[in-house]
């Protein structure tokens, strides 16, 4: 027989368990209630208009005296990062000795239509950065920026070098039109003012959309077939839905933020060219003198690895680092192998940094 010809009764078998095992697993789901996000204890410490700061509560005596700054992108809900017990970057970071904090930037809504990056990284990050420091007697914080958040991050940080004790970027843009890049190809003929103009804020289904059309067959049909196999384990089924969840939970797009980033950086790859303005500002990567820890997956189908790579060549630091984790741009956060690695790594590289730190 042929190797791909296909037997009409064993088809009609695996028909039959395929039902068998879809109907159990609906019973599964019957008894799920709401899906619960986010593990680790927090408490809001500043508030300003969407934006909330959190600070993570410390799980050892004696944390690291300059605290991690989370900055995530705009894109998603940052409680990726702190999923569940188990799949928890954040948690991690606690137990290797880090005093975390993370900026939720919120849901914008039709009254954050002007909001530029100016505002986002001058403003609401400079402040975040500001209260920290304020509520730690300290000048400078380590930051890790994720994504887009990495990023705001290499941009706050060539203004303001001076608040930045070290630097760390998590699946980062930095050059925007390699070729592996298929997000930049396909945005490069957008009509980004008619966009905007017409729509005000963006949609986050839009743009979520956009995002599972880069994988449609994987994201959009194969996963849901996956998800047959175990859906009777209850524990399997909320682990697959939180990350349904987080998937879905798009926020809109500040529209003038929206129209710089994608003209600026995706279209016009201004960031490698120091020329991005934010406000009267000039972003001079050649600024960003503090050490830099670069983490990029191998297998990234968002941000390749040759988008974040380049990062070494423009900034002003020669204390560079990169870090290679073999995986995926979801699987950097909540992998098991993310767990068992990425924490740890990051909290040695930030104590061996933070030797000579000064607290008053």
């Not at 109907?23 to 909330?52: F, M």
């Not at 005296?65 to 990726?80: D, K």
């Not at 599972?212 to 049909?221: C, E, H, Q, V």
């Not at 380049?310 to 950097?332: M, V």
Request: glycine share 8%.
């Amino acid at each position: 027989m042929h190797p791909f010809q296909i037997r009409p009764d064993q088809a009609v078998q695996d028909m039959l368990e395929f039902n068998k095992k879809l109907g159990e697993g609906l019973k599964t789901l019957t008894g799920i209630q709401e899906i619960d996000v986010g593990c680790s204890p927090r408490e809001a410490v500043y508030k300003e208009d969407k934006l909330v700061l959190y600070r993570y509560t410390p799980v050892v005596d004696n944390p690291n005296p300059i605290p991690v700054l989370i900055v995530y992108a705009l894109v998603n809900r940052p409680y990726m990062m702190d999923l569940q017990a188990d799949r928890s970057t954040i948690r991690g970071l606690l137990e290797a000795g880090q005093d975390v904090y993370l900026i939720d930037w919120g849901y914008p809504d039709g009254a954050d239509r002007y909001l530029s990056l100016d505002d986002y990284i001058n403003g609401y990050l400079h402040r975040c950065v500001n209260t920290v420091c304020k509520r730690h007697g300290i000048d400078k914080v380590n930051i890790l920026g994720v994504c887009q958040g990495g990023t705001f991050s290499l941009c706050y940080s060539a203004l303001h070098p001076h608040r930045v004790q070290n630097l760390i970027t998590m699946v980062t843009p930095v050059d925007f039109k390699t070729p592996e890049n298929l997000l930049s190809k396909w945005v490069q003929e957008l009509d980004i003012d008619l966009l905007v103009d017409t729509l005000g804020n963006i949609p986050g289904e839009l743009l979520n959309w956009t995002f599972l059309s880069m994988k449609p067959f994987r994201l959009t049909g194969q996963k849901y077939l996956d998800m047959v196999d175990s859906l009777t384990d209850e524990k399997a089924a909320k682990n697959f839905l939180r990350m349904e969840k987080w998937i879905f939970d798009s926020p809109d797009q500040a529209g003038e933020t929206f129209r710089q980033f994608t003209r600026d950086f995706f279209q016009q790859n201004k960031l490698i060219k120091g020329q991005v303005f934010l406000g009267e500002k000039r972003v001079s990567l050649r600024n960003v003198s503090m050490p830099v820890l670069n983490i990029f997956a191998t297998e990234d189908h968002l941000v390749p690895p040759s988008a974040s790579t380049p990062l070494q060549r423009y900034i002003g630091t020669a204390d560079y680092t990169e870090l290679a984790f073999k995986g995926g741009h979801i699987g950097i956060y909540v992998s098991g192998r993310a767990q068992r690695e990425l924490p740890t790594a990051i909290g040695k590289w930030l104590e061996e940094r933070n030797q000579g730190a000064v607290v008053k």
